[in-house]
C-alpha cells in the first residue's frame, strides 16, 4: 500500500544506542538542509527504538529528504525513510483538524531539545589565521565524500570536499570566502558523524 505523501516522515533502522538528544541534533543538522523542521520525534520506549518522526513545515521539503537520504548511513546503520501514515499533531493543528486528547501533553517543553547545548561544546581547538578552505579531523573510517558533501553543502559557498588518499580520518572543505568556511566551521564544530567520533574543524594552514 502507498502511504500518501506527507509533511512527516517515518524513519527506521536507526542505531538505537544513540542518546536521544544527540539523535535528535543529528537528524536536525542532516535534514534541516530540505528546509524548515517543526519537531523532530525519537522516543526510547522499547516499542520505538531505532524510530523517529521528522516533521518538515512544506511538503517538498519532506519529499526531497526522502528521495535523498533513503538508505543514507546514518550512526553506520542506512537509513530506511517513509512518510509518516498519518499527519502529525503539529501539522494538522496548522490546519485546525487536530484532537484536544494531546493537549496535557503538548505543554511539555518540546522546542528547547532541538536547539543544541552550545555549552557543552569542547574547548576550542587552536586554529590558524582564518581561510576559505578547511581542515576536518578525527573523521570514522565510514566517512566519505558524499556524507560530507551533505553535511557542507546546506551552506552558502560551499565548493567541494576533498578527502587525502589513504587517510580516513582528514579531509579538506574549500569555501568561496573566508567569511563563508567560518560560518560552516562554527555551525558544524564538534558534529558527531557516528557516535564516537566528534568532528574537529580548522582553517587549513595558508
Known sequence: MDIRPNHTIYINNVNDKIKKEELKRSLYALFSQFGQIIDIVALKTMKMRGQAFVVFKELGS????????????????????????TDSEVISKMRGTFGDKDKKKEKKKKAPELAANPAKKAAPTPDNPPNYILFLNNLPEETNEMMLSMLFNQFPGFKEVR????????????FETEGQAGVARDALQGFRITSTCAMKITYAKK
Not at 542506512?78 to 501514515?85: D, F, L, N, V
Not at 578527502?163 to 574549500?174: N, S, T
Open 163 to 174: 578527502l587525502v588518499p589513504g587517510r580516513h580520518d582528514i579531509a579538506f572543505v574549500e
Open 62 to 85: 519532506a519529499t526531497n529528504a526522502l528521495r535523498q537520504l533513503q538508505g543514507f548511513p546514518f550512526y553506520n546503520k542506512p537509513m530506511r525513510i517513509q512518510y509518516a501514515k
